[in-house]
């Protein structure tokens, strides 16, 4: 399976409009410091599977040269999660939509201008898409409906990705995240910070070690954070287009 981490940005991305930091400013020209808004794509067995579809999937799929996506799972009911499946629009219909039944209500009504194959999913329970299982399971954040997490298993292998959440995820999910090859997870801040609503790095980094992943990539980042190069020193970042194989 390839991983393609699409947008790697928080919900306003970096540059963030109208802010004149260094991060922004570094971003402005281009290179890993840049984040468009959070979208991941599995590719394995010839399909497509994107993780979110973020206000910038358009380019995102340019840029990647990617024709025809199979299946979308949204992870939530955030604007920065979802916005973008209208891009679809006069270019690919009926694809196949997965998530949690208010975050499907809701997301809908929104697009309600796109045609779908909308499939509801219950928590806790895998699902198929080709020979992948596909597990949601319930995180801590604050939206319309139950926000989630992604577990993806296939061959022995196993990739978490945590969703938008902060570090109180409920126990019946805890257990079933453990010793994940790959952990994709929500780190919005650097630890001089702290929000309700996701995790800072150091807690991203303590709830990876808490449950045993391998590799750890922290995702969803803000401009707060240095510009790439030097804020990936300290800890395990990832970029736009980062690909990673299992
Ligand atoms: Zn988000
Ligand atoms: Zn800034
Ligand atoms: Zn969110």
């Known amino acids: 399976m390839k991983i393609t981490l699409l947008g790697t940005g928080d919900s306003v991305g970096t540059p963030k409009i109208g802010c004149n930091c260094r991060t922004c400013r570094e971003a402005l020209g281009g290179g ?3 984040r468009t808004r959070f979208s991941i794509m599995l590719e394995y067995s010839g399909r497509v599977v994107l993780v979110d579809t973020s206000p910038d999937l358009r380019w995102q799929l340019i840029r990647n040269g990617v024709s025809h996506v199979d ?22 219909n009926n ?3 997965y998530g949690e039944k208010k975050t499907l209500d809701y997301i809908l ?19 198929r898409i080709g020979e992948v299982n596909f597990t949601l399971f319930p995180v801590t954040h604050y939206c319309i409906g139950t926000p989630c997490g992604i577990i993806v298993e296939w061959n022995g292998k196993k990739l978490v990705i945590s969703g938008d959440t902060n570090k109180k995820i409920p126990d019946e999910s805890l257990k079933l995240i453990k010793n994940p090859d790959v952990f994709i997870v929500d780190a919005i801040v650097p630890p001089e910070y702290k929000v ?14 808490e449950i045993g992943a391998k590799k750890t990539i922290l995702t969803h980042l ?25």
């Open 109 to 127: 009504h929104y697009l309600h201008f796109m045609s779908y194959v909308r499939h509801d999913v219950e928590l806790l329970k895998p699902f």
């Open 32 to 34: 890993r410091t840049r």
């Open 196 to 209: 309700k609503k996701h995790m800072n790095a150091e807690e991203a980094m303590e709830l990876s070690k």
């Open 71 to 92: 299946a979308v799972i949204w992870t939530h009911s955030h604007y920065d999660h979802y916005a973008g499946f209208g891009d679809f629009y006069r270019v690919q």
């Open 95 to 97: 694809v196949d939509v």
């Open 222 to 246: 803000s401009h707060l954070y240095l510009p790439h190069d030097e804020a990936s020193e300290i800890y395990p970042l990832g970029y736009d287009q980062m690909v990673i194989e299992l």
